[in-house]
Structure formats: structure tokens, C-alpha cells
């Protein structure tokens, strides 16, 4: 099936962000987004259900209708619709639309636990604004880039939280609020993140003297995937200067927001670059 | 009209900070704006309101007066008044007297928010004092050359917060003190950010669990933005700078080996540098 | 004593990690530890031990029986026996079978604090699962190498808390709940490392005062050795090494420029040199 | 007066560490002076001292008499007293017996703020035990050189909290716990530096918001002081390799913890190296 004008004129404007009708059509999901998410706290808000709720619920299928026509849009005009369909963006949309609906066939009360989560599924939605961040990219590269070593922090730090909070349990036991293992295992999380609630402390003097060396090895440990996360990003910027070359004299070493080549004056060649 | 020497004399006197006046000028005015802040947090303080209420308020006056002729001479003796006023301290030696006259027009119950605000907002006068604290342009510049980077962080952790807040919300419901979103949202903040105040807290063993989740989570990923932001600036200080700008652009910050100007490629003047 | 063909087999499957049957080994001894771990865990709610604590019993002899049989074939097949039981994942793999052993010993009531300890000291099986990932031994290397810098810290961290906690207990004293010097040092503790549970607050002005400083100093401090164990990092990183040790004091870790050894001055055989 | 061969002696024994007597010397006097900081803490304890105040006299007067004479001879057997006198430690060392002496001159009711706080003071004979950590002058010299960085930071919390207290304290006002102006800033750094007791929280809709941004601001930035002192020390490990040259060869890049030169082998000179 090839593409017609029309098709390609959409793509332009729903997928594109150069032309003037791209833009346009950017600006104005941005705030319809951000509006369905204002509307759905608000209705999260006792008092306002109560007073607004056929108002809301009226909006709310406005949103859902327009994000429907938006996606059922953006699958006629992709060029390969499918992959569209199944990458992150495109199942966000859809899933932007899929509670409205599905809560639709199974009405009646309102503050069930199932209901609540389809309605506030929506919330979701605080997803497809990322596609108008570019940086947030950057970030998510980041983030990905030292997941493992995230992830290996993640894992001695689980270790660490079910040790002391299985010695916890022992020690200050069932009678002081220390319940079990894993509620002892969430105070020692509690703790070694340094968030400390409160809501469950150490009574005795040897659950204090443990809490203690938990908290200091939560506000210790944190330094060295820090560390470990710094030298590999200086590294990485490093690497970044070393691997641009000038296309004219071969000379390595320029600043990622160089445009022109410090030792020649010729342009640096946008594909090289991988800012 | 041509400045005279009154006014060459006051500029160097109240701007300038190398004669033995200027000097004395600026000790002068940090100990007048350290008291005036004092006795704004004295008079905020009820008893001392009661019992001292007549002689903060004439006090009150003199600081205001002091900071009005202040004012009223900066504009006079400044080379460009008008540049003056619309900078950053010129606005900010505006706000340090504006709320006493405005506060003077609308007399009345002394506790109403608006009135307090008014007398608060002296609070800002702290502001003055950045003047005299030189390296506080140093850790500004930082901020602002991270502030892009700083910004997707808190971009990314409002998703975050958003998502986990709403997903709270769900799990435990208005009956256990999460009313809405917002103060869901509001919960996941206090989490994330590990500050832990322990005025709500989830009580269901879901709730606990996905607790855990978003405090491991902030414990984490506060290590992305400081790598980022590290790495940054070791890279800045380890790079040699020239302190020429490009003759053709203007711009600054050209490595000491650098020939050509990396923005638009226009040799590098070597009369011009410096290093 | 020489090793038999099963030894060998044995040896490549249980301590082994690339053949088939190695790999589904591991696998398997990885879902029978988290088993035995959940266990545990549901176990200690009281609860589910009042309606399920005969099986509880059982399947917990059935892990134990388990753990018995791989620790015998270990040190079976292993070529150093010895060495592997007086290894760190020699003592683990002991650890993990004992408790219930040692229980067996001691029958009666279930809730005394020694029955607990052995109880939950099973949960250190947990740390059988660090043979398992390999990275983790990155992490514990960062650590061992940043070892000495994390004790002074810590040190430093201790000589402060020790002088707040003092001073707080003057200030506040026993009638507003600071009872001791070491209780008063448990709540610098809490505050120095941004925990902040709020089971002990300063309530006199000069208390609130000085638990600003303790407060303000735990918030910077934390970047210094965040910044000595990140410049370290940094540095070893970027620094190629050569894979050579040095032919005379065998010690490695020598610079890929390096000619001769930097700890005892022998020259560096070039032979050996793999870069 | 010259000095005659007890005092060298002496001197070799109290102030050196590389005889065996000097080492005999420093181990004694580090348990002593533990042991006097446990006896301060056992009697701190309300019970304790009821039960054995006693005998805490006895040992405390015994600590004392062994202190002053510990002084007394360093002043014998310095080569300049004087100078010792006015030293960090000279001093400490003359804080660690003044409280006893003073409270013997006071004598009476044993828990008036006055006295508690002369016998409190003898807990800064924690101070004595950095003479003995060679690596805590690291960590202080970390910290001296980036004072200058870390008092701005100071600095600009200091400016923000004031901000931020005040205006929490117009948001919520006395009636909602913000009672005053330094209380509200109390309120502020508790919540910047993220440590959260949650004796005060915010609990208007407009309080919560503005807490929210407090709280993300204190999570946010400090990154940006760490990012400095981390660069800053990247820098000075690279300095310090730079210009560490071979006596023999003049080549600098040396690693901190060489001893020979890594190009000729030769002895790199003790005296050059500044580690």
C-alpha cells in the first residue's frame, strides 16, 4: 500500500516538529494533556467529585475522544504503523485511551479498588509529555547507561536492608511493633535510605545501637555509587572529545559544543558528531 | 547630563569597594540590614510583638528611611540609573522598602495574611547581602550552567512522583489518609526526596511494598544529576581557557590551543591573547 | 589422595559456571535460596506460623536437608577442601544449614529471643546468592578500596556526633527526653545522617538552634568524601594499566608507560607485557 | 636553658610513635581515654549514677589526676612549651582536666545546666584521639581547602531557608504551629537538608506545595556543591602527580603511592613527594 499526500501531510504534523503546523499541534497536545491530568486530580478530590462530577465526567470523555481520534490518526499516517503500535510511545498513547473505555462496561461504585485504578490510569498519560523533552533522553541514557551498576547498588543494598532487618526483628521482636521480617526488612529500608518516618523506631538500647550503624552506612554507602557513576560519565565525556575528528584535518580533542574545527576553521560534520 | 563630582564621589563611595569610605560604607550597610532582619524575626515572634510592638515599629521606620535614602542615592550617583533599576539588586533594593509604604496605606488588624506578607517580604532585604559575597557568583554560574540538567532531573522526578503518588493513591485509598492525588503526589515527594516526614504513611503490606520502591528509587538516582553535574565541571576546570573573545562572533571560552573560533570558524586574533 | 572422574564432574557442575548442567544448577540452588528465604520470612508472621507452621516446619527441613547434601558434595568435589571451608562462601554455605541444626537441640518456646536468633540467622543464605553475580565483587572492591577513606569518615563523623549529642544533652537534659549522653548521641546520630525519625526533638530554642548546625553540617559534609572517593575512581579509571606484575615484588598495577616497577624500582620485563 | 636527657627521653616516649615506648605510651593513653568517655556516658545515665555515682567519682578524679599529669609532662619535655600550650592539641589537652577541677570548686546540685556542662565538656577528650588518626588531618585538610566552597553553600541554604522559612510563615501563620519567623526557618532547614523530623509540617494546600519545592530544591541542590569539591579534588590528585618529579630523570607524572621512579628506577626523594 503506498502513501498518499494526505497521509504524509499528517505525519508531518503529528510526528514532525519543524513545520509551523507541527508545532502548532505540539503546543496544543501539551496543554490538552496537561489539562486531562489537572481534571483527574481534581476528581480525585472528594469535595469536588461530590460537586463537579458530571461536569468531569463529561470533560473526560472529551479527552478520551480527542486522544482517540489523535491515535487512530497516528496509526493511519506512520509509515510502518505497526512498530509504531508496539513502541513505548505508541502503547503509552493507546494506553492513554484504554481505561475510559473499559471502565465504561463495568459501571456501578465508585470508589471500588479496580475502578480507581482504571480512572487513575490516566495518569499515564504524564508519560506522552516526554516526548517533547529531548533531554529527557539524556537522562534516560544516563540512567541506562549505569542501570547495571544502579542495579548492583540495588542488590547489596537489598542484602544489606534484609540482614539488619532480620537482626532487628530479633532483637527488638514482636512486642516493640517489629512485627515480622518483612515489615522489619521495610523499617530497615526506611532507614538506610535516610527517608526515617518514624512510624516504627528501635525502643531497646541494642535496636538503637544497630539503627545506628544502619543509618551511618546508609549515608556512607551512597558515596561510592555516586563515585562509580561520576568516573564513568567524565570518562565517557572524555571519550566523546577524543572520537570527534575535523573531516578536513583529522585533529581529534573538540568540545562537545564545538561547530567549527579550533585547529583549521572547517565545519565539523553533523553525522560525526553524537551529541 | 554630564555627572558631576558629587555624584563621581557618592558612586565611589556606595558602588566601589577599594577606598577606605566604600569600605566603610559596605560594613556599615551589612550591619543595618543584618538588624533589620533581626528585628523582623523578633516582631514575628508573638510575646515580642505584644510587649515591644511601638518600638519595632518606629525602628521599623528608621531601617525603612535609612534604605530609602540609600536607594534614592544609588539612582542618583549610578552613571546609568535606569540599568540600575531594572538589575537584579536594583529591584531587590526596591522590594526592601516598598512593603513599610504600602503597609502604611492600609492600616488595620495586624495578623491578616496580606499584611503579613507585606512585613515579610522585608525578609528579602537577605538578598542585599549577596552583594557583598563575590563567590556567591560563582556557586550562581554553577547553578546556571547545570540549571538545564537540573531541570529534566526535576522534570523526570515530577513523572515519578506522579506515577507513584497516583499509584498510592489506588493501593491505599482515601480510608487510610491518602485523600487525593495531589496529596499522594505530595506523599511521594516527601519520599523520594528521602525527607521522611512521617505524617502520612502507607499502611497496607502493598503500600509498604511500593513505598520501598520509591525510596530506593530516590536513594539512587540522586547519583545520575551528580555525575552529570561532576563530570561537567571537572571538564570546565581542567580545560585551560583563553580569556580573548572571537573578533568576528564575540564569544568567549576558546581552549589555549584552540586557532579558530569553535562557533563560527573565524581565526582566533594571536595579538589578543593573553594566557 | 588423587581425584576420580566423578570428583571432577561434580566439580564442574556444582562449582562451575559454563557447562549446561552448571548453569542449571545454579538456576536451581538460586530458586531453592529465595525459596527458603520467602519462607522464612512468612514464617516470622505470626499469623501464618499459627495456621501453617507444621508445614512450615517441614518444608523448612526439606531446605535444610538440601543445603546439607550440596554443602557435603562441595566439599566432596572441591580439590582444596580445606581452603573452600575456611573460604568466605565456605563459612556461608555452613552458616546457612546450622541454625536449623542447633535448633533441633534446643526444642520448647518458640518466641525466646536465642530460638529467634537461629531462626533468622538462616537468612543469611541470602548472601549465598553473591556467588551469583559477579559485579558484586566491583562493589566490594569499591569499597574495599575506599575502605580506609569511608572509616575516617566514618571517625570524624563519630568524634562530631559524640560532641552535638553531649552538648544536646546539656541543653535539652533528661526532663525533655534527652535521658542520656549515649541516648543524645543516637538522636545526633538520627539527625546528622538526614534520617530524622522525630522520635526526639529539640524543644528549647538553643536546642532547635544547635540541631540547625548539627542538621546543615550532616548535609555538606557528605560531599567530601563523596569528592575523595570520586577523584580516586575517576582516576583509576582513566589510568591504563598494564596486566604485568612486577618480576622481582610481583606486585601489579603498574601504568602502561611505566618502565620500571614504581614499588621497588626492578626493572619491568618487556616480555611480559601484554597492553 | 638547655635541655637535658630526660626530657629527650621523655619526649621521644610521649610525643614520638616510633619507639616501642612511644608506642606503649599512645595505646595506653588511647584506652584510657576511651575508658574515661564510657564512665562519662554510664554517668549520664540517671540510673547509673543513682546506683554507682559513687564510684564514678573515685574513677573520674583518678582519670583527672592521670590527665594532669600527662599535661604536666608534655610541658616539661616540649622543646617549646609555649607553642605547645597554644596548640589545638596543647589545648584540648588542657579542656580534658579543667571540668573536674572547676566542678570542684563548685560543688552542690548535681543537675543544674552549669555543672552538667563542665562535666559534659570532658567529653571533648574525644578530640585527644586525632592526634592519633594520621589520615583525619586528610580528611580535615579536604575540608579546609574547600571551606571557602562549602561557606557559600552555606551561605546560599542560609539565604534560601530564610526565603522559604518566611514565607511558609505567612502561608500557614501561628494558628497552624509556625509560630514565629526563626521557628518557620527551623521548619526550613529541617526540610531542605531533607531531614524531616516531622514535628512541624506544613498543612494548608498552598503549605504543602511550597514544601514541596523546599524539599526538591534541598534534594536538587546539592549536587552542585559536590560537584565542586569532586572536581576541585580531581584536580589536586592530578596536580600532585604533575609535580612530583624524579630526582634523577626530571620526569613528573608519578602515581601518589610510588616509591621509584617508574622510567629510570631510581629512589623518587621523600622530601619532594607531599603526600
Not at 584535518?249 to 564545538?258: T, V
Not at 574545527?261 to 565539523?268: I, T, V, Y
Amino acid at each position: 500500500m503506498s502513501r498518499n499526500a494526505v497521509q504524509e501531510s499528517l505525519y508531518t504534523t503529528i510526528f514532525g516538529t519543524e513545520t509551523r503546523a507541527g508545532k502548532t499541534f505540539d503546543v496544543t497536545l501539551i496543554i490538552i494533556i496537561l489539562a486531562s491530568i489537572a481534571v483527574l486530580m481534581l476528581e480525585s478530590v472528594g469535595e469536588m467529585q461530590a460537586k463537579y462530577g458530571d461536569w468531569f465526567f463529561t470533560i473526560e470523555w472529551g479527552f478520551t475522544l480527542f486522544f482517540t481520534v489523535e491515535y487512530a490518526l497516528r496509526l493511519y499516517c506512520s509509515p510502518a504503523p505497526k512498530a509504531y503500535a508496539k513502541s513505548f510511545y505508541g502503547i503509552v498513547d493507546l494506553l492513554a485511551i484504554l481505561p475510559t473505555y473499559i471502565a465504561m462496561l463495568f459501571p456501578g461504585a465508585n470508589y471500588l479498588m479496580a475502578v480507581r485504578l482504571l480512572r487513575v490510569l490516566r495518569i499515564f498519560r504524564v508519560l506522552k509529555l516526554m516526548r517533547y523533552l529531548e533531554e529527557s533522553n539524556v537522562l534516560l541514557a544516563a540512567l541506562k547507561s549505569s542501570s547495571r551498576k544502579i542495579f548492583i547498588f540495588f542488590y547489596a543494598v537489598m542484602v544489606l536492608v534484609t540482614i539488619f532487618g532480620s537482626l532487628m526483628f530479633v532483637i527488638e521482636g514482636p512486642e516493640r511493633g517489629f512485627t515480622s521480617i518483612p515489615y522489619s526488612i521495610y523499617w530497615a529500608i526506611v532507614t538506610m535510605t535516610t527517608v526515617g518516618y518514624g512510624d516504627l523506631v528501635p525502643q531497646t538500647d541494642i535496636g538503637k545501637a544497630l539503627a545506628s550503624i544502619t543509618m551511618l552506612m546508609g549515608y556512607s554507602i551512597i558515596a561510592v555509587p555516586t563515585g562509580i557513576i561520576t568516573a564513568q560519565m567524565g570518562q565517557q565525556m572524555t571519550t566523546q572529545r577524543q572520537t570527534t575528528l575535523c573531516p578536513n584535518c583529522s585533529k581529534p580533542g573538540h568540545e562537545n559544543d564545538a561547530v567549527f574545527c579550533k585547529f583549521c576553521g572547517s565545519e565539523l560534520s553533523q553525522k560525526e558528531k553524537q551529541t
